[in-house]
């Protein structure tokens, strides 16, 4: 099956640097991708739409200047956090659509990056 | 607005005991999916099963079985005979209206089930 690929799976950084997680198609192309917040024991939160070529599409409250979304190429799409602070700390995880596919039953999901921020 | 309610947040049984987990969702789309995710501790979200909404009938895979209800806009899946693997939190989804891959997760249930 279609396989969503995150790295790094775990990061620690220094509060005020910026970090960077990958979400990689391995064995499809993806127009669109997307990456999600999850805060420990809560559910998940649609952060942007990354979209091949163009600029991302922020859901309403999300920092786009904080999550700089970058999706170069159709099969990688990168989020870093910059100047980060403790309270970004969360569970960032992506999905990705194959090209050509318009229906909701063909969404991949990442593993998934663990971010801390100390 | 598209709205995904797990009123259970956490549920613990005993090994070999059946148990339910509930999803009631909201939308105005006529045509929308739903999906069951488990995720384990270690983060990943594992793909359980996908319902679209013109296909109410209920489906059964191995110990796992899905009730889904149109009539009270309810995802329901029951485990039967848990097992301590079945460990994990459950994330009820939903997608929809002019965009697909957009999804909106419940706030999940966590199961966990003792030996």
């Known amino acids: 099956g279609a396989v969503v690929s995150q790295h790094p799976s775990r990061v620690i950084c220094k509060?005020?640097?910026?970090?960077?997680?990958?979400?990689?198609?391995?064995?499809?192309?993806?127009?669109t991708m997307f990456w999600y917040r999850q805060f420990p024991k809560k559910s998940l939160m649609l952060m942007a739409t990354s979209n091949e070529g163009s600029k991302a599409t922020y859901e309403q409250g999300v920092e786009k200047d904080k999550f700089l979304i970058n999706h170069a190429s159709l099969t990688l799409s990168t989020l870093t956090v910059t100047s980060a602070h403790p309270e970004d700390?969360?569970?960032?995880?992506?999905?990705?659509?194959?090209?050509?596919?318009i229906t909701g039953n063909t969404i991949y999901f990442g593993e998934g990056s663990w971010l801390t921020v100390v | 607005a598209q709205k995904v309610t797990q009123a259970?947040?956490?549920?613990?049984?005993?090994?070999?005991?059946?148990?339910?987990?509930?999803?009631?969702?909201e939308t105005r789309d006529t045509t929308y999916y739903l999906f069951w995710y488990k995720q384990p501790p270690s983060g990943e979200l594992v793909f359980l099963i996908r319902r679209n909404s013109f296909d109410?009938?209920?489906?059964?895979?191995?110990?796992?079985?899905?009730?889904?209800?149109?009539?009270?806009?309810?995802?329901?899946?029951?485990?039967?005979?848990?097992?301590?693997?079945?460990?994990?939190?459950?994330?009820?989804?939903?997608?929809?209206?002019?965009?697909?891959?957009?999804?909106?997760?419940?706030?999940?249930t966590k199961l966990n089930v003792k030996p």
């Open chain 2, 56 to 108: 109410e009938q209920n489906e059964i895979s191995g110990r796992y079985s899905w009730n889904f209800q149109k009539s009270t806009s309810s995802f329901n899946f029951t485990i039967t005979a848990s097992q301590v693997v079945d460990s994990a939190v459950y994330f009820c989804a939903l997608s929809g209206g002019y965009n697909f891959n957009k999804f909106y997760f419940g706030s999940g």
């Open chain 2, 8 to 25: 259970q947040t956490e549920i613990s049984v005993v090994e070999k005991e059946d148990v339910t987990l509930d999803c009631v969702y």
């Open chain 1, 15 to 31: 509060s005020g640097t910026s970090v960077k997680i990958e979400c990689r198609s391995l064995d499809f192309q993806a127009t």
């Open chain 1, 89 to 101: 700390s969360s569970f960032y995880i992506c999905s990705a659509r194959p090209r050509g596919r």
